[in-house]
C-alpha cells in the first residue's frame, strides 16, 4: 500500500460549486499535512498546510485532517475558473531528517 | 529574487547521451531536492540535499547523480540516458528538511529518444 493515495479525477465542476478533494494515508505517524496546486506547464505552490488533526481555513479554501480515518480533504468554496489546476496532498512525519511524501494529484476543471 | 531557477528549460536527448540539469535558489535555503513528474506516477523524489555537503538518495534514483555545489546550487546529472528518463523534472528547496513548505522550479522537460 503507498504511503499516500489520491484520486487522479479528472473533476469537472460549474463554477460556483463547492469543491471537496481528498487523499486518504496509511501510517499514524504522519503529522504534517500539505495541498500544493500546480497549474499547467508550472512547478506546484504550496496553498496551505496543517499540523496534525483539525481544520485550517484560508479564504475560500478549507483544509480538514481526520487522524482516526487517516483521511485528508481541500475544500473550495465559491470555485473559479482560476482555480482550474491539479492539486496535490503531501505528508510529512515531525522528524528531523524526512522529506515530503505526494500523492498523485487531482485535476480539477472549473467551468465559467 | 528569482526563487528556484532551472536550466535549460527543455531538452531532447539521444539514448546513450548524457547532461546535467542545473538549479539555483536565492532564498538561502537549506535543504534541495530533485523531483521527477509522470503522468499518473505524481511527483517522485530522485535525491536530495539536506544541507550544503550532504546528499541522499531518494525514491528513484537509479539512473541519476547529484552534485551540491555549494548552498545556492544542487544539480542532477544523467550519465547515459535512457527512453524511461521522459519526464518533467523540477528543483525544490526549502529551509530545512523537515519543512512543509517546499519551493518548486519551473521544470525541465525531458525527452530522451
Known amino acids: 500500500q503507498k504511503e499516500v493515495e489520491q484520486d487522479p479525477g479528472p473533476l469537472s465542476v460549474p463554477e460556483g460549486a463547492i469543491v471537496s478533494l481528498n487523499c486518504t494515508y496509511s501510517?499514524?505517524?504522519?503529522?504534517?499535512f500539505m495541498w500544493y496546486r500546480q497549474y499547467s506547464r508550472k512547478g506546484p505552490e504550496l496553498l496551505m498546510y496543517?499540523?496534525?488533526?483539525g481544520n485550517k481555513e484560508d479564504g475560500r479554501f478549507t483544509a480538514q485532517v481526520d487522524k482516526s480515518s487517516k483521511y485528508i480533504s481541500l475544500f473550495i468554496r465559491d470555485s473559479q475558473p482560476s482555480d482550474s489546476a491539479t492539486y496535490l496532498c503531501?505528508?510529512?512525519?515531525?522528524?528531523?531528517?524526512?522529506?515530503?511524501?505526494f500523492g498523485k494529484g487531482t485535476t480539477l476543471s472549473v467551468s465559467s | 529574487n528569482a526563487g528556484v531557477t532551472q536550466t535549460p528549460k527543455f531538452q531532447v536527448l539521444k539514448t546513450g547521451q548524457s547532461m546535467t540539469l542545473q538549479c539555483a535558489q536565492d532564498?538561502?535555503?537549506?535543504?534541495m531536492y530533485w523531483y521527477r513528474q509522470d503522468p499518473g506516477m505524481g511527483l517522485r523524489l530522485i535525491y536530495y540535499?539536506?544541507?550544503?555537503?550532504?546528499?541522499d538518495k531518494g525514491e528513484v534514483p537509479n539512473g541519476y547523480n547529484v552534485s551540491r555545489l555549494n548552498k545556492r546550487e544542487f544539480s542532477l546529472r544523467l550519465e547515459s540516458a535512457a527512453p524511461s528518463q521522459t519526464s518533467v523534472y523540477f528543483c525544490?528547496?526549502?529551509?530545512?528538511?523537515?519543512?512543509?513548505?517546499?519551493?518548486f522550479g519551473p521544470g525541465t522537460r525531458l525527452t530522451v529518444l
Open positions: 525544490a528547496s526549502s529551509v530545512r528538511l523537515a519543512s512543509p513548505e517546499q519551493f
Open positions: 501510517n499514524s505517524a504522519f503529522q504534517y
Open positions: 496543517t499540523y496534525s488533526s
Open positions: 503531501a505528508i510529512m512525519r515531525n522528524q528531523a531528517g524526512t522529506a515530503l511524501i
Open positions: 532564498m538561502n535555503h537549506n535543504s
Open positions: 540535499s539536506a544541507s550544503e555537503g550532504t546528499t
